[in-house]
C-alpha cells in the first residue's frame, strides 16, 4: 500500500514479560508499528512518552522497537508522575494526523486499556478498538476499511472516518524480528513534554491483582469430539435475556442463586 | 642450430615468461583477497607451511589412503620437478645429477597421475567434474613433456632424438603443462589449490588449530557499523584466502548431515559460491553437487553485491547444525562454520531475518535467559526434591560460597526427558561423596543456540551474565551433561574473562571410575552402540571417557560405521530444529538408521540435544539412554559395611 500522505503515529511503551517481568517490547505495540509499517512505511511516526532511562535492560527493550527498522522513536520526555494521556494529547494536537495506532493495553502499570478512549475524547476523534488490520484507506473520502478482531476469531469490517484511533489486537499481523544494529543505531528524538501531574493517581494504593476466581466448569463430555465441542463452541446465549425493571432483575438474580446451589 | 639448442633456449624464454605471468597472476589474485576486512597476519606462520603440509593436512588427506599415496606421488613429483626445471632451464645450471633427479620426479609425477586418471575415470558424485576432470591430463602432459624432454640430457638416449618433430611435440605439451601447473595456480585453473593452500595453511585464521584445538567460534565488536557479513568483502582477507584453498573434493559434502537430508545445503558449493563472490560472476561453472533442490546457474554474485538470496538462498546458511563434520573432514582446513555464523549475524542482527521460530527462541532468551520462555524463578522447580546446594543464599540462610564442584544444569532443568538425566547424575556424584552445588536460578542459558542463531548480542550478555554470576563462587571445576554448554563455557567465555576448569560429566565419572569412587557392575550384557555428540566430540576431541564408562560396564559398543570424528549429527545443533529448513528426510532418522544398522537395543548418549532428536524418531527404535542413566543402572552402592563404619 502506497499511502504517502497519509501521516500514521504509532504510540508505543515499555511493556513486561509475563513470567519473567523483565521490560521488553510490548507485543500489541509492536503489532501496531507492524501495521504501521505495512500502511506507510518509513513514513510511520512513533512515539513514547516517558524518560530514557538509565536502566540498561529498560533502554534495551524500547530500543527493540527501533530494531523493527525505525529510524527514531520521538520521545516526550515525562517525569514518572505524570499523566501520560494529557502528555500525549497536548503534543498530538499540535500535529496533524491521520491515524493514531496503540495497543488495547499496557502490560505493565495502570494497565486500564483507557488511554485510547480518553485521548480520542481530547482529541475529538473516532475510536477503533482491538483491530486487526486495516485493509484500505480512501484518500479522497477521508475513509478506512478496518478489520475488527471479535472473540473466537470472528472478524468485523468497519468503515471508518479519518482521523482515528485505532488499538491493535494480539489478532493483528505478527510483529518482525527486533534487530540488534538498527536497535542500537536507531535515535531517540527527544522533547519535553507538557507538565500535566496525575494528581488522582498520586494517593491511590497499589496492590498486586488477583485472579478473579474461575467458575468450575465440569466437563461431561464422554467422547474426545464431545471435549472439543465444548472447548470451541460458542457459548450459546439461549439462556440470556435483557431484564429491566428492579423487581424483575432481583428475582432474575435470586432463581440463579437457586439454580446455582448457592442459597 | 639443432632441434635440442632451439629447445633449450626456447624453454628458457617461455619458462620466464610463464613465470612472470604466474607471478602477475598472484598478485591480482592476492587484491582480491585484500579486499576483505584486516585481521592479524601470522606472519611466523609461513614458516610452518611445510611441516602442516606433511603432517595437518597429510593426516586429513590419509583417511583416504588411494588418494593420499597419489597426493604424495603427484604434488611430490611436481614440487620436486617445478624446482628442478628452474634450476635447470631459468638459472640454466647444467649440473648432471640435477638431470637425473629430474628425470626420476618427472616420473614420479607421472606415475601419481595415473592413479589421478583412473580415480577420475568414474567419478564419485562429491568430485567436481569441468575444468577438474581436464588436470589428470594436464598433469601427465607436463611430466610426460619433461621426463622425455630430460632423456637425452642424460645420456639415456642420443641428443636430437626424434627431431623437429619431437621437439615440436614437446613445445606444445610443455606449454600445455606449465599453462595448467605454473600459470592456472594463481588465474583461477585446478591448480589454484596449491598456491592458496599453501598461503592458507600458513596464514590460517585459527592458528592454534595445527597441533592443538581452535573450534570455539570468534567474538565480534557488537559497537561496530556492520555487524556479521552481508558481501564478500566483509569477510576477513584471510577468510577469502581459504575459500581460493579449496580442491572441491567433496569430503564436506560426503560428511554434511544436511545435504544428505536433502536440505538445499552443500559445504563445498557454499565454498565455491564464496570464490564466485570475492571474484565476481554466476555459478553456472560449477561442476559438483548443488544445493538439494537448488539449480545450479541461476545465482551470481560479486565482492560487493550481498551475499543472501542473491548468490545463496538464507536456506542454505540456516540449514548447517554446525556439526563440524565438513571442517573436519576438509583437507585444506577450510573453516565451513565461521563463515556461516559470520553471515548469520548479519541476517540475525541487522536485517531481523532468524527463520522459523528464531525470532520467538531469541525474545524467550533475552527476557527469561532460557529458550522457551520459562519463568527463571521456576528454573529450579526439577529439583524441588533433590535438596541440592544453591550457591549464594539457601534456605537456612547460610551463604554457600564455594564448593569441589559446580555442576551446570543447563535447559535441561525444563525439560522433562532430560531431567531424569540430571537427576541420575546427583544420584552418582552422591554416591562418589562429590562436594557439588549449583547456580540455581542465577544461572542462565549458555548462550549456545543464540551465538549459532546469529545472536551474537544476546549470547554475549548471557555469558557475562553466567561469568559474573559464577565470578561470585569459587570452585574447582564445571561439571556438565550438556556439550554444547561445556564447549560454550571452556571454549567461549575466555574471550570475556571467564577461564574456568570445565569438564564433561562423562569426563568426569570417567575420573571417578578411574579412581574407584564409583563402582560399576559390569555383568550386564548391553547390545549398544554409543552416538558421540558433535560439540563433545569433533568440537572437544573427546571420545574416549564415554567410552571408557560403557566398557567399566562390561559393555561390548557395537560401533557405527559411522563414529568419533566422523559421527553424523542427530540434527539438533547449531539451533537447525529452531530454523527448522525443509529437506527431503530427516536428520535424526538417518542417525538412527545408523543406530538400527548395528543391532543395538539401546544407543548411549551423552547430550541432551542427541537424547530429544534421537527420542524423537518414531518408534519402534531402539532405546536412548544417556550415560549417566546407564551408571546409575549399573551402580553398586555401598553396603551396610561402610555405613557401619561411618556411623562408628
Redesign the interface.
Not at chain 1, 523493527?68 to 501520560?84: C, Q
Not at chain 1, 461431561?220 to 472447548?231: L, V
Given at each position: 500500500m502506497s499511502n504517502n500522505n497519509l501521516s500514521v503515529i504509532s504510540l508505543v511503551s515499555l511493556g513486561e514479560?509475563p513470567?519473567?517481568r523483565?521490560p521488553?517490547r510490548a507485543e500489541q505495540d509492536a503489532r501496531a508499528i507492524e501495521l504501521g509499517i505495512k500502511l506507510v512505511g518509513d513514513n510511520l511516526q512513533t512515539l513514547h512518552a516517558g524518560e530514557l532511562s538509565d536502566d540498561a535492560s529498560q533502554q534495551?527493550a524500547l530500543r527493540s522497537y527501533l530494531?523493527?527498522?525505525l529510524a527514531e522513536i520521538k520521545l516526550l520526555e515525562m517525569p514518572a508522575d505524570a499523566d501520560a494521556v494529557l502528555v500525549i494529547a497536548d503534543y498530538l494536537k499540535q500535529q496533524k494526523t491521520d491515524i493514531i495506532l496503540t495497543g488495547v493495553r499496557a502490560e505493565n502499570g495502570e494497565s486500564s486499556g483507557m488511554l485510547p478512549y480518553l485521548l480520542a475524547e481530547q482529541l475529538g476523534m473516532a475510536m477503533v478498538t482491538s483491530i486487526a488490520d486495516i485493509l484500505s484507506i480512501d484518500e479522497v473520502n477521508k475513509q478506512a476499511e478496518v478489520l475488527q478482531a471479535l472473540p473466537r476469531g470472528q472478524r468485523r469490517k468497519l468503515k471508518v472516518d479519518l482521523p482515528f484511533i485505532a488499538s491493535v489486537d494480539m489478532a493483528a499481523a505478527l510483529p518482525?524480528?527486533?534487530?540488534?544494529?538498527?536497535a542500537?543505531r536507531g535515535q531517540f528524538e527527544t522533547t519535553l513534554g507538557g507538565t500535566f501531574t496525575d494528581e488522582e493517581s498520586s494517593d491511590w494504593q497499589i496492590v498486586d491483582a488477583k485472579k478473579r476466581p474461575k467458575r468450575l466448569k465440569i466437563i461431561k463430555a464422554k467422547t474426545a469430539a464431545d471435549r472439543f465441542k465444548a472447548a470451541t463452541a460458542k457459548a450459546s446465549g439461549g439462556g440470556g435475556k435483557v431484564v429491566y425493571g428492579v423487581e424483575e432483575s432481583a428475582q432474575a438474580i435470586l432463581d440463579l442463586l437457586i439454580e446455582e446451589g448457592l442459597i | 642450430m639443432s632441434s635440442s639448442e632451439f629447445l633449450s633456449h626456447f624453454l628458457f624464454t617461455l619458462i620466464s615468461f610463464a613465470l612472470l605471468l604466474t607471478l602477475v597472476g598472484a598478485v591480482k589474485r592476492m587484491l582480491l583477497w585484500s579486499q576483505g576486512q584486516s585481521s592479524t597476519i601470522h606472519w611466523l606462520g609461513l614458516l610452518q607451511i611445510p611441516r602442516r603440509y606433511l603432517v595437518d593436512l597429510h593426516h586429513v588427506v590419509a583417511r583416504d589412503k588411494y588418494m593420499s599415496n597419489t597426493h604424495v606421488a603427484t604434488a611430490g613429483g611436481f614440487v620436486l620437478s617445478s624446482i628442478l626445471i628452474i634450476l635447470l632451464y631459468v638459472f640454466q645450471l647444467t649440473l648432471q645429477i640435477l638431470t637425473w633427479a629430474l628425470l626420476g620426479s618427472s616420473l614420479l609425477m607421472f606415475i601419481g597421475s595415473i592413479f589421478v586418471m583412473l580415480r577420475r575415470r568414474n567419478p564419485p558424485p562429491n568430485l567436481s567434474l569441468g575444468k577438474w576432470q581436464r588436470l589428470p591430463k594436464s598433469l601427465m602432459v607436463f611430466s610426460l613433456s619433461f621426463f622425455i624432454l630430460t632423456l637425452p640430457a642424460t645420456g639415456i638416449l642420443p641428443s636430437d632424438t626424434g627431431g623437429w618433430l619431437l621437439a615440436l611435440l614437446l613445445v606444445a605439451g610443455i606449454i600445455w603443462g606449465i599453462g595448467e601447473m605454473f600459470c592456472g595456480m594463481t588465474w583461477g585453473g585446478p591448480m589454484k589449490h596449491a598456491f592458496a593452500g599453501a598461503l592458507h595453511l600458513g596464514l590460517h585464521r585459527r592458528q592454534e588449530r595445527f597441533g592443538g584445538q581452535s573450534t570455539g567460534l570468534k567474538a565480534i565488536d557488537l559497537s561496530s557499523k556492520k555487524l556479521g557479513v552481508e558481501k564478500p568483502i566483509d569477510f576477513k582477507w584471510n577468510q577469502l584466502l581459504s575459500f581460493d584453498a579449496c580442491v572441491e573434493c567433496g569430503r564436506c559434502e560426503n560428511n554434511c548431515p544436511a545435504f544428505a537430508a536433502g536440505q538445499p545445503l552443500n559445504p563445498k558449493k557454499l565454498i565455491q559460491d564464496m570464490v564466485i563472490g570475492m571474484a565476481g560472476g554466476d555459478d553456472a561453472k560449477f561442476a559438483g553437487s548443488p544445493y538439494p533442490g537448488i539449480k545450479v546457474g541461476t545465482h551470481k554474485g560479486g565482492a560487493i553485491i550481498p551475499i543472501v538470496n542473491v548468490l545463496v538462498e538464507s536456506e542454505t546458511l540456516w540449514s548447517c547444525t554446525t556439526c563440524r563434520a565438513c571442517v573436519d573432514a576438509c583437507p585444506m582446513m577450510i573453516e565451513h562454520v565461521d563463515a556461516i555464523v559470520d553471515m548469520r549475524r548479519f541476517e540475525t542482527m541487522e536485517k531481523g531475518q532468524t527463520p522459523g521460530k528464531g525470532s520467538e527462541i531469541l525474545e524467550n532468551l533475552s527476557a527469561t535467559d532460557n529458550p522457551n520462555g520459562f519463568a527463571p524463578s521456576t528454573r529450579m522447580n526439577w529439583a524441588a526434591d533433590q535438596n541440592l546446594t544453591v550457591f549464594g543464599h539457601n534456605e537456612k540462610k547460610q551463604q554457600v560460597t564455594q564448593a569441589d564442584v559446580l555442576l551446570w544444569v543447563g535447559d535441561a532443568a525444563f525439560d522433562m526427558r532430560n531431567q531424569r538425566t540430571l537427576r541420575a547424575m546427583i544420584k552418582l556424584l552422591r554416591a562418589a561423596k562429590v562436594d557439588f552445588a549449583v547456580l540455581g536460578d542465577a544461572e542462565c542459558d549458555s548462550g549456545d543456540l543464540a551465538r549459532r542463531l546469529g545472536d551474537e548480542a544476546t549470547f554475549q550478555r548471557l555469558a557475562n551474565s553466567n561469568i559474573s554470576t559464577m565470578n561470585k563462587y569459587s570452585f574447582n571445576t564445571i561439571v556438565t551433561a550438556d556439550p554444547h554448554a561445556f564447549h560454550c563455557i571452556k571454549n567461549e567465555y575466555g574471550e570475556f574473562g571467564g577461564n574456568y576448569n570445565v569438564m564433561h560429566h562423562t569426563g568426569f565419572f570417567a575420573e571417578l571410575v578411574s579412581q574407584q569412587k564409583i563402582k560399576l557392575d559390569n555383568s550386564k550384557e548391553l547390545a549398544l552402540t554409543y552416538h558421540d555428540p558433535c560439540y563433545l566430540g569433533r568440537y572437544n576431541g573427546e571420545y574416549d571417557a564415554p567410552r571408557f564408562l560403557l566398557e567399566s560396564m562390561g559393555v561390548k559398543i557395537k560401533e557405527m560405521e559411522r563414529s568419533k570424528s566422523t559421527a553424523r549429527c542427530c540434527g539438533g545443533g547449531g539451533g537447525a530444529p529452531v530454523t527448522d529448513i525443509p529437506g527431503k528426510q530427516r536428520i535424526p532418522d538417518m542417525r538412527m538408521a545408523d543406530v538400527i544398522e548395528t543391532k543395538a537395543e539401546i544407543v548411549a548418549v551423552a547430550c541432551p540435544g542427541c537424547s530429544a532428536m534421537l527420542e524423537g524418531v518414531v518408534e519402534p527404535r531402539p532405546e536412548v539412554k544417556d550415560i549417566a542413566e546407564l551408571m546409575l543402572d549399573a551402580l553398586i552402592e555401598d553396603t551396610g559395611e561402610d555405613m557401619v563404619g561411618a556411623q562408628v
Amino acid at each position: 500500500m502506497s499511502n504517502n500522505n497519509l501521516s500514521v503515529i504509532s504510540l508505543v511503551s515499555l511493556g513486561e514479560h509475563p513470567t519473567s517481568r523483565r521490560p521488553r517490547r510490548a507485543e500489541q505495540d509492536a503489532r501496531a508499528i507492524e501495521l504501521g509499517i505495512k500502511l506507510v512505511g518509513d513514513n510511520l511516526q512513533t512515539l513514547h512518552a516517558g524518560e530514557l532511562s538509565d536502566d540498561a535492560s529498560q533502554q534495551t527493550a524500547l530500543r527493540s522497537y527501533l530494531g523493527m527498522g525505525l529510524a527514531e522513536i520521538k520521545l516526550l520526555e515525562m517525569p514518572a508522575d505524570a499523566d501520560a494521556v494529557l502528555v500525549i494529547a497536548d503534543y498530538l494536537k499540535q500535529q496533524k494526523t491521520d491515524i493514531i495506532l496503540t495497543g488495547v493495553r499496557a502490560e505493565n502499570g495502570e494497565s486500564s486499556g483507557m488511554l485510547p478512549y480518553l485521548l480520542a475524547e481530547q482529541l475529538g476523534m473516532a475510536m477503533v478498538t482491538s483491530i486487526a488490520d486495516i485493509l484500505s484507506i480512501d484518500e479522497v473520502n477521508k475513509q478506512a476499511e478496518v478489520l475488527q478482531a471479535l472473540p473466537r476469531g470472528q472478524r468485523r469490517k468497519l468503515k471508518v472516518d479519518l482521523p482515528f484511533i485505532a488499538s491493535v489486537d494480539m489478532a493483528a499481523a505478527l510483529p518482525r524480528q527486533s534487530a540488534f544494529g538498527p536497535a542500537m543505531r536507531g535515535q531517540f528524538e527527544t522533547t519535553l513534554g507538557g507538565t500535566f501531574t496525575d494528581e488522582e493517581s498520586s494517593d491511590w494504593q497499589i496492590v498486586d491483582a488477583k485472579k478473579r476466581p474461575k467458575r468450575l466448569k465440569i466437563i461431561k463430555a464422554k467422547t474426545a469430539a464431545d471435549r472439543f465441542k465444548a472447548a470451541t463452541a460458542k457459548a450459546s446465549g439461549g439462556g440470556g435475556k435483557v431484564v429491566y425493571g428492579v423487581e424483575e432483575s432481583a428475582q432474575a438474580i435470586l432463581d440463579l442463586l437457586i439454580e446455582e446451589g448457592l442459597i | 642450430m639443432s632441434s635440442s639448442e632451439f629447445l633449450s633456449h626456447f624453454l628458457f624464454t617461455l619458462i620466464s615468461f610463464a613465470l612472470l605471468l604466474t607471478l602477475v597472476g598472484a598478485v591480482k589474485r592476492m587484491l582480491l583477497w585484500s579486499q576483505g576486512q584486516s585481521s592479524t597476519i601470522h606472519w611466523l606462520g609461513l614458516l610452518q607451511i611445510p611441516r602442516r603440509y606433511l603432517v595437518d593436512l597429510h593426516h586429513v588427506v590419509a583417511r583416504d589412503k588411494y588418494m593420499s599415496n597419489t597426493h604424495v606421488a603427484t604434488a611430490g613429483g611436481f614440487v620436486l620437478s617445478s624446482i628442478l626445471i628452474i634450476l635447470l632451464y631459468v638459472f640454466q645450471l647444467t649440473l648432471q645429477i640435477l638431470t637425473w633427479a629430474l628425470l626420476g620426479s618427472s616420473l614420479l609425477m607421472f606415475i601419481g597421475s595415473i592413479f589421478v586418471m583412473l580415480r577420475r575415470r568414474n567419478p564419485p558424485p562429491n568430485l567436481s567434474l569441468g575444468k577438474w576432470q581436464r588436470l589428470p591430463k594436464s598433469l601427465m602432459v607436463f611430466s610426460l613433456s619433461f621426463f622425455i624432454l630430460t632423456l637425452p640430457a642424460t645420456g639415456i638416449l642420443p641428443s636430437d632424438t626424434g627431431g623437429w618433430l619431437l621437439a615440436l611435440l614437446l613445445v606444445a605439451g610443455i606449454i600445455w603443462g606449465i599453462g595448467e601447473m605454473f600459470c592456472g595456480m594463481t588465474w583461477g585453473g585446478p591448480m589454484k589449490h596449491a598456491f592458496a593452500g599453501a598461503l592458507h595453511l600458513g596464514l590460517h585464521r585459527r592458528q592454534e588449530r595445527f597441533g592443538g584445538q581452535s573450534t570455539g567460534l570468534k567474538a565480534i565488536d557488537l559497537s561496530s557499523k556492520k555487524l556479521g557479513v552481508e558481501k564478500p568483502i566483509d569477510f576477513k582477507w584471510n577468510q577469502l584466502l581459504s575459500f581460493d584453498a579449496c580442491v572441491e573434493c567433496g569430503r564436506c559434502e560426503n560428511n554434511c548431515p544436511a545435504f544428505a537430508a536433502g536440505q538445499p545445503l552443500n559445504p563445498k558449493k557454499l565454498i565455491q559460491d564464496m570464490v564466485i563472490g570475492m571474484a565476481g560472476g554466476d555459478d553456472a561453472k560449477f561442476a559438483g553437487s548443488p544445493y538439494p533442490g537448488i539449480k545450479v546457474g541461476t545465482h551470481k554474485g560479486g565482492a560487493i553485491i550481498p551475499i543472501v538470496n542473491v548468490l545463496v538462498e538464507s536456506e542454505t546458511l540456516w540449514s548447517c547444525t554446525t556439526c563440524r563434520a565438513c571442517v573436519d573432514a576438509c583437507p585444506m582446513m577450510i573453516e565451513h562454520v565461521d563463515a556461516i555464523v559470520d553471515m548469520r549475524r548479519f541476517e540475525t542482527m541487522e536485517k531481523g531475518q532468524t527463520p522459523g521460530k528464531g525470532s520467538e527462541i531469541l525474545e524467550n532468551l533475552s527476557a527469561t535467559d532460557n529458550p522457551n520462555g520459562f519463568a527463571p524463578s521456576t528454573r529450579m522447580n526439577w529439583a524441588a526434591d533433590q535438596n541440592l546446594t544453591v550457591f549464594g543464599h539457601n534456605e537456612k540462610k547460610q551463604q554457600v560460597t564455594q564448593a569441589d564442584v559446580l555442576l551446570w544444569v543447563g535447559d535441561a532443568a525444563f525439560d522433562m526427558r532430560n531431567q531424569r538425566t540430571l537427576r541420575a547424575m546427583i544420584k552418582l556424584l552422591r554416591a562418589a561423596k562429590v562436594d557439588f552445588a549449583v547456580l540455581g536460578d542465577a544461572e542462565c542459558d549458555s548462550g549456545d543456540l543464540a551465538r549459532r542463531l546469529g545472536d551474537e548480542a544476546t549470547f554475549q550478555r548471557l555469558a557475562n551474565s553466567n561469568i559474573s554470576t559464577m565470578n561470585k563462587y569459587s570452585f574447582n571445576t564445571i561439571v556438565t551433561a550438556d556439550p554444547h554448554a561445556f564447549h560454550c563455557i571452556k571454549n567461549e567465555y575466555g574471550e570475556f574473562g571467564g577461564n574456568y576448569n570445565v569438564m564433561h560429566h562423562t569426563g568426569f565419572f570417567a575420573e571417578l571410575v578411574s579412581q574407584q569412587k564409583i563402582k560399576l557392575d559390569n555383568s550386564k550384557e548391553l547390545a549398544l552402540t554409543y552416538h558421540d555428540p558433535c560439540y563433545l566430540g569433533r568440537y572437544n576431541g573427546e571420545y574416549d571417557a564415554p567410552r571408557f564408562l560403557l566398557e567399566s560396564m562390561g559393555v561390548k559398543i557395537k560401533e557405527m560405521e559411522r563414529s568419533k570424528s566422523t559421527a553424523r549429527c542427530c540434527g539438533g545443533g547449531g539451533g537447525a530444529p529452531v530454523t527448522d529448513i525443509p529437506g527431503k528426510q530427516r536428520i535424526p532418522d538417518m542417525r538412527m538408521a545408523d543406530v538400527i544398522e548395528t543391532k543395538a537395543e539401546i544407543v548411549a548418549v551423552a547430550c541432551p540435544g542427541c537424547s530429544a532428536m534421537l527420542e524423537g524418531v518414531v518408534e519402534p527404535r531402539p532405546e536412548v539412554k544417556d550415560i549417566a542413566e546407564l551408571m546409575l543402572d549399573a551402580l553398586i552402592e555401598d553396603t551396610g559395611e561402610d555405613m557401619v563404619g561411618a556411623q562408628v
